[in-house]
């Protein structure tokens, strides 16, 4: 019965504002590598790979589904089984779903989450991709991307596309699984160097720098001259409201994350929503847990497009947990070049 070092990210206290790397602490404690007597349902495992997305900044907020201050943070992640408690797990199994910021966590099979009131862990079957993935394209960003384009937008051939946050964890897919659609795909980042990762290397047709860009509603003019059909919203505020203006007939918009408010004391507001109503626009929110059911359609999708080429994954890793409050509060001021990762060990 081994007792050894299990480091863990903890929250100080509730945030308020731009999250810092002092709102969180690394503490050392030691974990007994056995399931306590009784305990059925249970896992014991080893985090190897946890992710960094931008939802968790909401749960640093007092609320009734927010983090506990001095308790670790939670989240997506990927590990090995060492102990289970659960006839459907067994010692050796590798794992994804939803544990603790912390190099050994014991986890409740059948818990309800902050995140998901489904069964929380996905025994990982295919490992000729590397195991990262699982916190990303084979994991919940890519769930997402899947779900919020293909179930909730029904492309057709031919439409325009534009996404924002392009470069990100969910919306590089987005965009990859727009051209995979036969539709024209222009996607919006933060930088030059992911402007030129969106057009160079993702096959988007076209991207742009927000940044750089003083009037958002003629940018989207220049790109869709005949308007937008699909928009897979990512940020929220003044992007959402440039693309109304620009959204064509029975357009779509698929309402995934709207990062540039998570740290806004008072949200910005939406000016331009009558366009919905002459425009016939459909936008609908979505958590991509409520679609977990179609994990295995969406794998028979993805995967025999990875193993192709036709469909690239741009990760961003952080070696080592004492660079977990860096890596995550660097998704808030863009600083991640593509899915944020978090290496806890490569065993």
Known sequence: MAEVRNKQVVLKDYVSGFPKESDMHIIEGTVTLKLPEASSEVLLFK????????????????????????????????????????????????????????????????????????????????????????????????????????????????EKVFVSAASGAVGQLVGQFAKLAGCYVVGSAGSKEKVDLLKNKLGFDEAFNYKEESDLNAALKRCFPEGIDIYFENVGGKTLDAVLLNMRLHGRISVCGMISQYNL????????????????????????????????????????????????????????????PAALVGLYSGRNFGKQVLVVSRE
Request: glycine share 10%.
């Open 47 to 158: 985090n190897l790979y946890l992710s960094c997305d931008p939802y968790m900044r909401i749960l640093m907020t007092e609320g009734a589904s927010s983090y506990t201050p001095g308790s670790p943070l939670t989240g997506y992640g990927v590990g090995r089984v060492l102990e289970s408690g659960h006839l459907d797990y067994k010692k050796g199994d590798l794992v994804w779903g939803i544990t603790k910021w912390e190099e050994y966590s014991l986890v409740s099979s059948d818990q309800t989450t902050t995140t998901t009131t489904t069964k929380p862990f996905f025994k990982i079957q295919h490992t000729d991709v590397p195991l990262s993935y699982y916190t990303g394209i084979l994991g919940m960003p890519g769930m997402t991307a899947y779900v919020g384009f293909f179930e909730l937008c029904s492309p057709k051939k031919g």
């Open 265 to 324: 004391t008072q949200p910005e507001g939406v000016t331009n929503l009558a366009n919905m109503i002459f425009k016939r626009i459909r936008m609908q929110g979505f958590i991509v847990s409520d679609s977990y059911n179609l994990y295995p359609k969406f794998l028979e999708f993805l995967l025999p497009h990875i193993r192709e080429g036709k469909v690239m994954y741009v990760e961003d890793i952080a070696e080592g947990l004492e660079n977990g």
